[in-house]
């Protein structure tokens, strides 16, 4: 098991992967699946070569089976891990290394929107929903953390 920043070849995999978690999801319709969809690639495109980000990757065996991206150290704009390994621990181990990071730089917090599925995950690691920003998505949970 491998965490380590995303690289430009990367993106392929990325997307892979974002699309598989997409479709397993069971909380959104297929519409707004394929809008996320397209919206994530666009994000991985957008911020592979950025250096106002935190980008990293999960990698088993020399397979990319989830990443994480927070744009400008604030915005946790993507979390996917495969769905055959999720609840193993690795999307927790991506969301702790990214806050440890953006804790070294000086906005102090890192705000998301999240699903009703993964709000627990998210309230679990000290987040809380946000009283402070609201979602521009309609059935989306505004959240944030402080630090």
């Known amino acids: 098991m491998i965490t380590s920043v995303v690289l430009e070849e990367d993106g392929g995999a990325l997307k892979a992967v974002a699309e598989r978690a997409l479709r397993n999801m069971e909380s959104i319709s297929m ?22 980000c935190v980008f990293l990757k999960y990698k088993i065996e020399n397979q990319v089976v989830a990443y994480i991206l927070v744009k400008h150290f604030w915005n946790l704009s993507d979390l996917f891990v495969l769905p055959s390994y999720q609840k193993q621990g690795i999307g927790s181990s991506l969301l702790n290394q990214a806050i440890e990071i953006c804790r070294k730089h000086t906005v102090g917090y890192i705000r998301l929107n999240t699903s009703t599925s ?30």
């Open 118 to 147: 993964a709000k627990k995950f998210y309230l679990k690691h000290g987040f809380a929903i946000s009283k402070n920003h609201k979602s521009r998505y309609e059935n989306a949970i505004p959240m944030e953390i402080q630090f």
């Open 31 to 52: 519409i707004d699946k394929e809008e996320f969809i397209k919206h994530t690639s666009n994000n991985i495109d957008s911020f592979l070569d950025s250096t106002d």
